[in-house]
């Protein structure tokens, strides 16, 4: 039960819950009328396994930055909950069960837009994090 509770910290559960909002939000506002059904139902599911998978893949690759922060030394991976393999296998397959939950079904335009942000978060905002602040941008 730890390592199951290890592995959902991994996830960002609050930061991960905002972006299942702003998914619900854009649907809406892009689906007229606002239908809550097959569609909507696999957006939030493989947005919600992209954003989870990518916060445990943030979380792997900033391990040892994290582990000398107050604020994130008691992150799974530097207490040493999760070891870094575990963390990145479970990143990959959230991530990989979310762009094929978005490919199959919803359409390839949504999961090729989900897989460019979690390859801009992972590799252009993560990284520059420590550089500037402009990487919120």
């Known amino acids: 039960m730890k390592k199951f509770r290890a592995l959902i910290e991994l996830t960002k559960p609050r930061l991960t819950s905002l972006?299942?909002?702003t998914t619900w939000l854009g649907?809406?506002?892009a689906s007229r009328p606002m239908t809550y059904g097959f569609?909507?139902?696999?957006?939030?599911?493989?947005s919600w396994l992209l954003a989870a998978g990518a916060a445990a893949l943030n979380q792997y690759m900033e391990r040892d930055l994290d582990a000398l922060m107050r604020r994130t030394m008691t992150r799974p991976l530097p207490q040493r909950r999760v070891s870094p393999k575990e963390a990145l296998s479970f990143?990959?397959?959230?991530?990989?069960?979310?762009?094929?939950?978005?490919?199959?079904?919803?359409?390839a335009l949504t999961s090729a837009l989900g897989l460019l942000t979690l390859?801009?978060?992972?590799?252009?905002y993560t990284p520059m994090k420590t550089k500037s602040s402009l990487c919120t941008l």
């Open 91 to 107: 990143g990959i397959a959230l991530c990989g069960a979310g762009f094929i939950e978005l490919h199959w079904f919803v359409n």
């Open 39 to 46: 569609i909507f139902f696999h957006t939030v599911i493989g």
């Open 27 to 29: 649907f809406a506002v």
């Open 119 to 124: 390859v801009s978060y992972l590799f252009l």
């Open 19 to 21: 972006v299942i909002f």
